[in-house]
Nanobody
Framework: QARLTESGGGLVEAGASLTLSCVAS????????MGWFRQGPGKERTFVAS????????YYSDSVDGRFTVSRDNAKNTVYLQMNNLIPADTGVFYC?????????WGQGTQVTVSS
């Protein structure tokens, strides 16, 4: 059974950094592209960043490009999201997603709150 478990969220001040982790189990990790999404208070879930199975390709939303870095360690079945220079608009629940063709798996999310 596929399972994604996020961790690393918390309450920080604007300008701080956080690193989120997402550990996958029950899937062949290298078959999956991985992504991070954010759901702000009262808002829809939106794309943040993604990375191909071999880390060759990465993509970012305009709002985080240059501040966030997505990476993965296939030996540890883990994807990371390094978040620098956090701003209050980054506040939300961060979810990781595994995608292989049309098959998607989601984690339960980790809360990130950025105070001004």
């Amino acid at each position: 059974q596929a399972r994604l478990t996020e961790s690393g969220g918390g309450l920080v001040e604007a300008g701080a950094s956080l690193t989120l982790s997402c550990v996958a189990s029950g899937i062949t990790f290298t078959n999956y592209a991985m992504g991070w999404f954010r759901q702000g208070p009262g808002k829809e879930r939106t794309f943040v960043a993604s990375i191909s199975w071999n880390s060759v390709s990465t993509y970012y939303s305009d709002s985080v490009d240059g501040r966030f870095t997505v990476s993965r360690d296939n030996a540890k079945n883990t994807v990371y999201l390094q978040m620098n220079n956090l701003i209050p608009a980054d506040t939300g629940v961060f979810y990781c997603k595994a995608r292989c063709f049309s098959q998607d798996y989601w984690g339960q999310g980790t809360q990130v709150t950025v105070s001004s």
